[in-house]
T-cell receptor, first 109, second 112 residues
């Protein structure tokens, strides 16, 4: 069975510092990978999909199949980035997402 | 437009009482639907998913059940709640248009 690991429960940085939220996965096939974000008192929402290779709110994520990782990065963190971030994997041919345990990002002024 | 509605937003129920949480989707047909439970430090745990009316798959054994009486309606139920059923329950659907998963606003259930 597939597994998603987010090794950090909490990541605390200062405004303007670079941010990297780690996501490692175990799955033998070709997965779909996503990052979801949940701001305080808001619903969980899609941030990035690996297939679109887009940058949203300054965040990017690259799928590294060799290292089975999908880390989320932003060069300069902003206070409004403070939120809970979840990495999710969907096995190829499936529509059942598996989520990591989440990383709480706190950006200090 | 496509939206997902989930209610109630909060619920306080005594141990042993029944539960019914409802989720409806608008603007799409035959969606894949999901129930997750979100717990601090434990992420999102998939409880049930459905690919069509009357088709329910359970991911974990528990005190809960799910039903899909209509195409765009997904219900989470329990006959007798336990204290351990307390949590934050999220409904979601596979959003083909945006190639992702869209979540409802959630229900905070407290069993007392």
């Amino acid at each position: 069975a597939q597994r998603v690991t987010q090794p950090e429960k909490l990541l605390s940085v200062f405004k303007g510092a670079p941010v990297e939220l780690k996501c490692n996965y175990s799955y033998s096939g070709s997965p779909e990978l996503f990052w979801y974000v949940q701001y305080s008192r808001q619903r969980l929402q899609l941030l990035l999909r690996h297939i679109s290779r887009e940058s949203i709110k300054g965040f990017t994520a690259d799928l590294n199949k060799g290292e089975t990782s999908f880390h989320l990065k932003k060069p300069f963190a902003q206070e409004e980035d403070s939120a809970m971030y979840y990495c999710a994997l969907v096995p190829g041919g499936s529509y059942i997402p598996t989520f990591g345990r989440g990383t709480s990002l706190i950006v200090h002024p | 437009s496509q939206t997902i509605h989930q209610w109630p937003a909060t619920l306080v129920q005594p141990v042993g009482s029944p539960l019914s949480l409802e989720c409806t989707v608008e603007g799409t047909s035959n969606p894949n639907l999901y129930w997750y439970r979100q717990a601090a430090g434990r992420g999102l745990q998939l409880l049930f998913y459905s690919v069509g009316i009357g088709q329910i798959s359970s991911e974990v054994p528990q005190n809960l059940s799910a039903s899909r009486p209509q195409d765009r309606q997904f219900i989470l139920s329990s006959k007798k709640l336990l204290l351990s059923d307390s949590g934050f329950y999220l409904c979601a659907w596979r959003d083909e248009e945006n190639d992702g998963y869209t979540f409802g606003s959630g229900t905070r259930l407290t069993v007392v």
